[in-house]
């Protein structure tokens, strides 16, 4: 009877050719392979060679060894150079870029240099203290922008539109636009030369800036040279930071002229100080007060108070002097349409906390801004293009108590 074949099973005959192929497989394996010695010898080669590395090429504050895994803790600066910093990880070089890129507007040449001298503690002592940092040679370099200097009033009468400036010379805007373009070929041929390609291209598109634009275009221009040139370098950043924050728009009717003041008398004086006070002082300023329209923000409960106590003594001043009133709807003896009347204005109650303190996703809501706003009534200025100082106008003020988030004020 024939043997039925199991599965998996193999005759002698095959199974002995299958031993000889495999046995065949292994050899030409292990003739590809690195013996035990072979690898040895490379891992050796490849220590020595991280080694001698390491030795050549290992920065300032690191103390060459023989146990790699180890060379971060054996980082140890000097005393006098980093203080009481809690530096544990990075080199000296690290350590100063590290610095200047987080606290300045990165590296210079020669600051790397500068700072190990003088110790990178000190150096952030010194920055977190500008008033401490001579930067005479950098104040020199922003004399030649003429505008920086000057209070709001005067750039509101150097710099009126173009419209105002036009009436008040007696020119059509025709012949006004000629005046300035003259003014502009004056500016320009009046250029001296530097030898310095790149600045005297700058000096001649500001030259060409005769208008209110000028304002605006040296404020850039001196940004840009004191994220360079400065030796205040974290004032700078600052002063940067805080100004995109309480931001204001340029090219809003007046605040062209008002913005030299805010970012000279505002911001930078307070970009190391509180927050609060920055605060207080952006919201009172004439830029901002007229940017966000608070300074024609009033109690409409108080405005309507003030006309009730002007009519009143309208009315007795024509009874005095026999005259008859105007006519309702009129105010004035010369017949002239009342003007419209102000009333409460939320932007700024908005922006402040919407913004400027708690963000949009604190939970406040529309009664809390309209709350806000009436606590802000009263902080004005008389005449944006006339007397561009703060003011507090009680008569416009809501004098009642007003709740916001749950506080009384």
């Known amino acids: 009877m024939p043997l039925k074949r199991v599965s998996g099973w193999r005759p002698s005959s095959e199974r002995q050719s299958a031993a000889t ?23 050796a080669a490849i220590v020595i060679a991280l080694v001698a590395t390491a030795g050549f090429a290992a920065p300032r504050g690191v103390s060459n060894g023989a146990d790699a895994k180890d060379s971060l803790a054996r980082i140890v600066l000097p005393k006098e150079f980093k203080g ?36 990178l503690e000190k150096w952030i002592d010194r920055q977190l203290d500008p008033s401490s940092i001579d930067d005479s040679a950098f104040d020199k370099r922003l004399a030649q922008y003429s505008t920086l200097g000057m209070s709001s009033q005067q750039l509101l009468n150097d710099f009126p539109p173009p419209a105002q400036a036009a009436k ?47 304002i605006v275009a040296e404020l850039a221009m001196a940004k840009m040279d004191r994220a360079i040139y400065s030796d205040r370098q974290l004032e700078a950043v600052m002063e940067d930071f805080w100004f995109n924050h309480f931001n204001v728009y340029a090219n809003k009717g007046a605040d062209k002229c008002l913005l030299t003041s805010y970012v000279r008398d505002t911001i930078r004086p307070r970009t190391m100080g509180k927050f609060s006070g920055l605060l207080i002082a952006t919201a009172k300023s004439p830029a901002m007060l007229f940017y966000l329209d608070n300074w024609l923000s009033a109690d409409p409960a108080a405005i309507k108070q003030a006309q009730e106590q002007r ?32 009333g409460l204005n939320e932007n700024y109650g908005r922006e402040v906390m919407e913004l400027h303190t708690i963000s949009v996703d604190a939970g406040y809501t529309q009664q809390d801004v309209i709350n806000m706003a009436e606590i802000m009534t009263g902080w004005t200025i008389r005449a944006p293009r006339k007397d561009a100082g703060f003011f507090f106008n009680d008569r416009i003020h809501a004098s009642q108590k007003e709740i916001v988030m749950g506080q009384t004020f």
């Open 311 to 342: 009519a009143m003594r309208r009315q007795r001043y024509y009874v005095r002097f026999g005259m008859m009133p105007p006519p309702y709807g009129m105010q004035g003896a010369n017949g002239r349409p009342k003007q419209q009347d102000r």
């Open 21 to 43: 192929e495999s046995a065949r497989r292994r050899a030409a394996l292990r003739s590809r392979r690195i013996d035990f010695a072979g690898a040895s010898i490379v891992a």
């Open 84 to 119: 009481d910093l809690p530096i544990t990880d990075l080199t000296e070089d690290q350590a100063i870029l590290h610095a200047l890129n987080r606290l300045a507007y990165g590296p210079r040449r020669g600051d790397v240099e500068r700072i190990r001298q003088m110790g």
């Open 168 to 214: 008040m010379e007696g020119l059509t805007k025709d012949e006004y636009k000629q005046q300035m373009q003259r003014k502009r070929r004056e500016s320009v041929a009046e250029m001296l030369p530097t030898g310095n390609d790149n600045f005297d291209r700058a000096n001649i598109q500001l030259a060409r800036l005769v208008g209110p634009n000028r």
